[in-house]
Every structure is written in structure tokens, then in C-alpha cells.
């Protein structure tokens, strides 16, 4: 199994601008969800899902788009770019009756 | 809003010695998670401990939780360079696993 992988790993982006973060998981996990990590703070949660076709929002979610269209992906759509969302983003996902969550390799995204 | 404080920010010791690091959250809890997180990459799930627990090992790792001071504790023994990380908490409040919220880190050093 490749667990959690994310793409792309760095990206840079002018203010205004949008993309789409990806995340994907071959593990069948019901449960995914987007953190963003800032210096000197933990994880902050930003969008999760409990399976395709359900999202909600975390504790920052404004700026950010999610969905889930499959069981596998969980993209993270930026719509107009601001240098407050310059941060790394981690993807994760969770088999459903376990607590605990598995991680991808993150996404460096500096806006200027 | 962070949930979770940990004390130290920072802790530098040699091999072979012990890391204690600490963590501190505000509301009540289902369960406590350690992870670890390697410069430039994921978080991995170290340990669970759920709130009705009050010490679990695994392997080198001890860990505690006292809900009446809200404050868990996480020990690593023996420690080996590879031990080099920051080290998380994270809470569950909310019993669904859906939510959690993680602590700022403790940065540990381990020289040779």
C-alpha cells in the first residue's frame, strides 16, 4: 500500500490565484481530512470527510473547498489565494472503527 | 483555538537518557494521541490512551493521562538519535474520532 500520498509536494502561487491540493488513500478509508500546520502551532483542522459524498468543516475552513466524489480522493480546492494560507498541508485518513489517523507527506504552499 | 499546550517547547538530551514531555488541554476528552512527526514529513500515530486509562506502554514509550489536572505525559526511554522529532498530542472530545485537536509539539534532540 502506498498509505497517503499528496501532491504536488511544494508550490508557490501569486495572491488571487486558485489550485487544488490532492490527496489520495489505497487503504479504503471511510474517513479523510485536511490539517494545515503553521510555525509554533499544532495542527489545525480545515475540512473532513466520514465518506464519499460527506464533508464538514473543521475549526479553519474559510479560503478552502473540499469534496468527495470517491473514497479514495479528497482534494482541497484554494479558490483565490491569500498569503495567510502560506502553510503546510497535510492530508490524512482514518479506518473506521480506529481513532487513530495516518498521515501523507504534506504540501508546502507559500503564497506571495 | 489550540487545545492542547505542551511544555517543553524544546528538550535536547544525549542517547541513552530519558524524554519526558508534557501536554495540557482544556476541554473534557474520549481519548489522547501521541504522534510524531520527523523533520519534512507526516505525523505517525505513536500511542492511544483513552480517558477511563491512566498509563499504557508500548515499547519504549510510556505514556499517562490524568483527567483530573487535564494532562497527560509522554516518556520515551533509553533514547536513540532516531528519536530526533517533534512529538504531538491530540485530543478527541467529541467521541467521534472526526475532530481532533492537536497540541503546539514538543521539539526533542537526541545527540550521540
Sequence with gaps: NAGVTQTPKFQVLKTGQSMTLQCAQDMNHEYMSWYRQDPGMGLRLIHYSVGAGITDQGEVPNGYNVSRSTTEDFPLRLLSAAPSQTSVYFCASRETGFEWQYFGPGTRLTVT | ?112
Design chain 2, 1 to 112: 483555538s489550540q487545545q492542547g499546550e505542551e511544555d517543553p517547547q524544546a528538550l535536547s538530551i544525549q542517547e541513552g537518557e530519558n524524554a519526558t514531555m508534557n501536554c495540557s488541554y482544556k476541554t473534557s476528552i474520549n481519548n489522547l494521541q501521541w504522534y510524531r512527526q520527523n523533520s519534512g514529513r507526516g505525523l505517525v500515530h505513536l500511542i492511544l490512551i483513552r480517558s477511563n486509562e491512566r498509563e499504557k506502554h508500548s515499547g519504549r514509550l510510556r505514556v499517562t493521562l490524568d483527567t483530573s489536572k487535564k494532562s497527560s505525559s509522554l516518556l520515551i526511554t533509553a533514547s536513540r538519535a532516531a528519536d530526533t522529532a517533534s512529538y504531538f498530542c491530540a485530543t478527541d472530545g467529541t467521541g467521534t474520532a472526526s475532530k481532533l485537536t492537536f497540541g503546539t509539539g514538543t521539539r526533542l534532540q537526541v545527540t550521540l
